[in-house]
Structures are given as structure tokens and as C-alpha cells.
């Protein structure tokens, strides 16, 4: 089963996975204690509801966001709502689908309908972590939308009203999403994504999107586009509410898009794009900081790419081999939506061990205990700064918090999300997928991250994609601690 930090689309935000993907965000998923890291046959990371690719970590992870969620160690992997953890938005990316096919019109046998939106009501009725479902009256909730559903037109308004209902709930984290949003989360997440769009993940800002992954080989990439561009407007239109129009960067294959890019210290400019077909993996990078080629810096862009822990090691065992030799580290976690538990376990390994906090439900907790990875052994002589701003969701939030409480490393930049809720996947029968708020985490001295987030040691507030990486205020900080660390 898969849980995640969250990752709902906001990112679902589902971050939110927002814009040039065709996946949705949110910013997250992780597995319970002693879960198998296979995905369970029935379940898999959504895409409409935690968050999608849509061209705008998730989250709408995607949110989340890409969403950071653990199963209980009771839950069973084979019920056809199948709980998978999700902590936090990730963000989102374009949605894979192309613009220009023609609508589904087809409509579900009512009996089918009428089994769906009830197993989705009663999930979250029986196990949504707020007693007072987050201030919304669920009841009646189901009474407005449920007539709305069964009288539906076609597939496609059926699946909306369901969406709409979960989304009342207002939590950041909790997302219902179609069949085809869920197999679209499904790819994205194994690295196996394959739409048309531009290539690219963003998490909304105001009245812009920002870039937060631009995929290998993309037409993004090709057009020049990178991490920390902006998109201000849409073929002449700026945006009125980013969150909701990223629709607009979507459109059919061989067709143009004409995106203005605001780059750091750069004048806005026009950038046409055609669409293609994107395919890949989101994926960490690893390099010297230009500024001292002795310090390593990794991108870790989110938690729920299922290898993403592979990947970061591997990069980590990079920048260890080579010269001149490591004498710090900067790991950036600004923009990481979350992602699946184990995920953030395996990560957390090459840092600190032992139990770093509890996961908690409306009945039980239990432990987040961690077991010391072979890296760590060459690791841990190294100072590690970990950069966060508030894109910084979910599990990417407990993860950073987990290291930061245990002293292993400072933390630089400006509060990150505060949205730290576990959200658990359930999987219908027909491929449509629930994300369902269930777990709250707090720190071993007992702080519950939700709503508060993670607390910088040096806040440098300042809006770090409006400079280069060579100016960026906040690494230069990460640069200056590490100097003068013992």
C-alpha cells in the first residue's frame, strides 16, 4: 500500500502538480512501518486528486502534491479501498491529457454510480483524521452533491461532482480523482510519465507560475525554459487565478503556445513552444556550488518518484568520489512537495536514526523509527545545510524537520508549509482513486508540523527565483554556515 505526505491537487496541490505535465499535483506518499515498497496491485499514487502533472512537489501533489500518507500497520493490502499514505502537495504538472480529443460521453450504469459515491463518502466518513470533518458538514455534503452525481450526463460530470465533494473539504491534502487522473499519477510516479504538453512542473504564485522541473529532452527544455522561470501569461493572457487556469498551457500535439517567461534578473520575454510528447522520470541533481567547488549541492524536487531515493543516493556517492574532496553539503528541498513513506524513511537513513516522531489517527499512533543507511557512515563527518520555503510540503516537511531536531543539520530559508497531514490512497473499482486525510505526525518534543511547518534556524526571506543560482541569497547563507561550522 502507498501512503502519502500529501500531494493533492491544489498541487491537487496536488505541491500541487500543476501545469505543463497533464498529470495533476501536491506535494506526497509514503508506506507504513514494514510495508512492501511494491505497489499494491489495486492502488497506485493519483493524479487528479493528490496531484498531477498539469502544466502549472505533487502534488496539487500532486497536493500536493504531489501528499504524505501512512498506512497503519493493520491495514490491509487487498480491500478494494486500499489506504496509501500521502503527506503533501506536490506540485503540478500539465495534464496528460490531450486537448482537442473529444470529450467522454459516456455515463456509468447507475447501480456502478450509486456503489462509487458511496464507498467514497463512507471512507472518508469512517476515517478522515478530523472528528469534525475540517469545519465542512459532510452530511450535507452528500445530500448536494449526490443527486448531482447519479443524474449525471456523461462520465466526466459524474467523476466532477464526486471531486467537488471531496474538495469541500478545504484540507490541502484530502482529492478524489478519475481513472484516467489516477493511471496518469500512476506513470508520472514510476517514472514512467507519457503526455503531450511542454514538459514541466509549477506550482502556482500569485498571478504566475512557477517553474519547479523542467523534464530532460522537453520541449521546455529545448525552448530554453528552467527552474526558477516564471510564467506570467498564456498567449497574451496573464493570469487572473494561476491555481485554476493552467489548463491553458495544455493543448494538442504539433500545436504552439506562446508562454511569457520572466527569468531571474531578465526582462520578460515571449518563448514559443510546440507541444510534444514528454516521457521520463522527475529526477534529484547533484552538483559543486561554483562559489566552492568543496561543497555539494542536490536538488531533491520530491519524495514521490518511486526510485527517488536511489537517485539521491547515488548523486550523494558522486559528490563524495569526487574532487576536490567534500567538506559540506546543500541540500535543497525548496519546491518538494512530499511523497510516499518510504521514500522519506530511506532518505532519512542517510542521516539520522532511531525514531524522529509519531504518526497519529483519530484511535492510535505509532512510531516513525529509522534505521541508519551504509551512506550515513560517509556522511556523516560532512555539515549539511537543507534549504525550505513554503513550497515545501508534506513528507519534504518531516523529512526536514526529522534532521533539524536530531542536529544534524541547520535549516535556511523562510517557513515551509505547515501542511503535514498523511493522506491514504483507496483505490475504486472502476480505477478512480480517493486520497483521504488520516495521520497526523508530531516531533519527538511533540510539535505537530501542521499549519506551523518547519522553522528555518536563519530565515532569509527574500524570493530566491528572482536570482541566479550563483546570487541566490539563500544558498549563499547555506554557504556561509558551512564555512564556519567546527
Known amino acids: 500500500m502507498h501512503e502519502r505526505g500529501k500531494c493533492v491537487r491544489s498541487l491537487i496541490g496536488f505541491w500541487i502538480l500543476v501545469a505543463v505535465l497533464a498529470l495533476s499535483a501536491c506535494n506526497a506518499t509514503g508506506l507504513p512501518p514494514n510495508a512492501d515498497r511494491t505497489p499494491v496491485p489495486i492502488a497506485a499514487p493519483t493524479v487528479g486528486a493528490t496531484s498531477l502533472p498539469v502544466e502549472t512537489p505533487l502534488a496539487t501533489a ?3 502534491t ?7 500497520p493493520t491495514a490491509s493490502v487487498f480491500s478494494s479501498s486500499t489506504p496509501q499514505p500521502t503527506i503533501t502537495e506536490a506540485p503540478t504538472a ?13 455515463v456509468l450504469p447507475s447501480l456502478d454510480r450509486q456503489q462509487i459515491f458511496e464507498e467514497v463518502w463512507n471512507t472518508v466518513d469512517q476515517n478522515y483524521l478530523y472528528p469534525d470533518f475540517h469545519g465542512a458538514d459532510w452530511n450535507a455534503l452528500k445530500e448536494q452533491y449526490e443527486p448531482i452525481a ?18 469541500a473539504l478545504d484540507d490541502g491534502h484530502s482529492s478524489y480523482l478519475s481513472p484516467a487522473e489516477a493511471k496518469e499519477e500512476d506513470d508520472l510516479e514510476s517514472g514512467n510519465a507519457d503526455y503531450v504538453g511542454v514538459g514541466i512542473l509549477v506550482s502556482p504564485e500569485d498571478k504566475s507560475l512557477r517553474i519547479i522541473y523542467v523534464f530532460p529532452g522537453s520541449p521546455a527544455e529545448k525552448a530554453g525554459l528552467t527552474r526558477r522561470d516564471r510564467i506570467t501569461a498564456v498567449d497574451g493572457q496573464p493570469f487572473v487565478d494561476p491555481s485554476k ?3 491553458r498551457v495544455r493543448g494538442p500535439e504539433g500545436s504552439i503556445v506562446r508562454l511569457s517567461i520572466v527569468s531571474p534578473e531578465q526582462a520578460e520575454r515571449v518563448v514559443p513552444i510546440v507541444r510534444g510528447r514528454v516521457t521520463g522520470a522527475v529526477v534529484p541533481s547533484g552538483s559543486r556550488l561554483a562559489a566552492d567547488p568543496s561543497i555539494g549541492y542536490v536538488i531533491i524536487p520530491n519524495l514521490w518518484t ?7 543516493e547515488d548523486e550523494l556517492s558522486n559528490l563524495l568520489a569526487g574532487s576536490p ?10 519546491g518538494n512537495g512530499g511523497g510516499f513513506r518510504f521514500i522519506l524513511e530511506s532518505l532519512l537513513g542517510d542521516f539520522v536514526s532511531g525514531q524522529v516522531g509519531t504518526f497519529f489517527d483519530q484511535r492510535t499512533s505509532y512510531p516513525l523509527t529509522i534505521d541508519e543507511k551504509p551512506l550515513a557512515s560517509r556522511l556523516n563527518q560532512l555539515p549539511v545545510v537543507l534549504l525550505v520555503d513554503k513550497g515545501t510540503e508534506s513528507y519534504a516537511e518531516v523529512m526536514t524537520a526529522a534532521i533539524q531536531e536530531k542536529g544534524r543539520a541547520r535549516v535556511v530559508g523562510v517557513p515551509s508549509a505547515g501542511n503535514t497531514e498523511t493522506i491514504y490512497q483507496h483505490n475504486m473499482e472502476d480505477g478512480s482513486r480517493l486520497w483521504c486525510a488520516q495521520e497526523g505526525f508530531k516531533l519527538l518534543d511533540g510539535t505537530n508540523l501542521e499549519g506551523r511547518g518547519v522553522i528555518p534556524d536563519v530565515t532569509v526571506n527574500v524570493d530566491w527565483t528572482a536570482f541566479k543560482d550563483s546570487d541566490d541569497p539563500q544558498i549563499l547563507k547555506a554557504l556561509e554556515l558551512l564555512h564556519a561550522a567546527p
Do not use: C, H, W
Open 62 to 64: 500532486r497536493m500536493a
Open 66 to 72: 504531489p501528499t504524505v500518507t501512512e498506512l497503519p
Open 94 to 106: 500539465e495534464s496528460t491529457r490531450e486537448t482537442g480529443l473529444s470529450p467522454t460521453v459516456t
Open 150 to 167: 447519479l443524474n449525471a450526463q456523461s462520465s466526466d460530470e459524474f467523476y466532477g461532482a464526486i471531486t467537488d465533494m471531496v474538495a
Open 245 to 247: 487556469e493552467d489548463s
Open 306 to 312: 518511486d526510485d527517488m531515493d536511489v537517485r539521491v
Open 325 to 334: 574532496d567534500l567538506k559540506g553539503l546543500v541540500i535543497d528541498m525548496r
